[in-house]
């Protein structure tokens, strides 16, 4: 079946530095791809997409490239905040399942920046 | 406006307790799905609705039982939990069920089961 991998957490970086967090994906044809954020406490926020290949998904400062070729959706940030302090997931679209798609996601990677 | 709302924020009950989540969007979104999020895991997908019939049922146990009395708002019956099915539950909606939709998730109900 579909599957996404994201890079193992946690993740701890200094304030103002570069972000990359990988996510490389299993799936038949070419499903949208996505990143949540979910803050503290809170629920998952949409932060980006990308629907077909070479397609790059922005949202404050953060941006990831659809790579048909690689099957990657790497999410990357060239200067991040504290702020930026989350659970990040990776998900894909998976297939029609009786008429409805469902979202299949990364296992999620905690990050946490230091002021 | 992409916001999905959700009531109670959180939620204490007992094994014999029956309670109800509810979740309600206005953005005419036609399709409305449940998931479970454990601490430190993704979520879970648990049912699906399209134009208000249920649509997946991802193997749940039959202890929780979705509804969908309009195109707005979208329940979760509870009824004889077990202690592990404390979780975070997670409301969702997007335009359709197609594959480029993007699904809106609101702030989820934190449930824990005494």
């Known amino acids: 079946g579909d599957s996404v991998t994201q890079m193992e957490g946690p993740v701890t970086l200094s304030e103002e530095a570069c972000l990359t967090i990988n996510c490389t994906y299993t799936a038949t044809g070419y499903p949208s791809l996505f990143w949540y954020v979910q803050y503290p406490g809170e629920g998952l926020q949409l932060l980006l997409k990308a629907t077909k290949a070479d397609d790059k998904g922005s949202n404050k400062g953060f941006e990831a490239t659809y790579r048909k070729e690689t099957t990657s959706f790497h999410l990357e940030k060239g200067s991040v905040q504290v702020s930026d302090s989350a659970v990040y997931f990776c998900a894909l679209k998976s297939e029609l399942i009786q008429g409805a798609q469902k979202l299949v996601f990364g296992q999620g990677t905690r990050l946490t920046i230091n002021p | 406006d992409t916001e999905v709302t959700q009531t109670p924020k959180h939620l204490v009950m007992g094994m014999t307790n029956k309670k109800s989540l509810k979740c309600e969007q206005h953005m005419g979104h036609r399709a409305m799905y449940w998931y479970k999020q454990k601490a430190k895991k993704p979520p879970e997908l648990m049912f699906v609705y399209s134009y208000e019939k249920l649509s997946i049922n991802e193997s749940v146990p039959s202890r929780f039982s979705p509804e969908c009395p309009n195109s707005s708002l979208l329940n979760l019956h509870l009824h004889a939990l077990q202690p592990e099915d404390s979780a975070l539950y997670l409301c969702?909606?997007?335009?359709?069920?197609?594959?480029?939709?993007?699904?809106?998730f609101g702030p989820g109900t934190r449930l824990l089961v005494l």
């Open positions: 969702a909606s997007s335009q359709r069920v197609r594959a480029q939709e993007t699904q809106y």
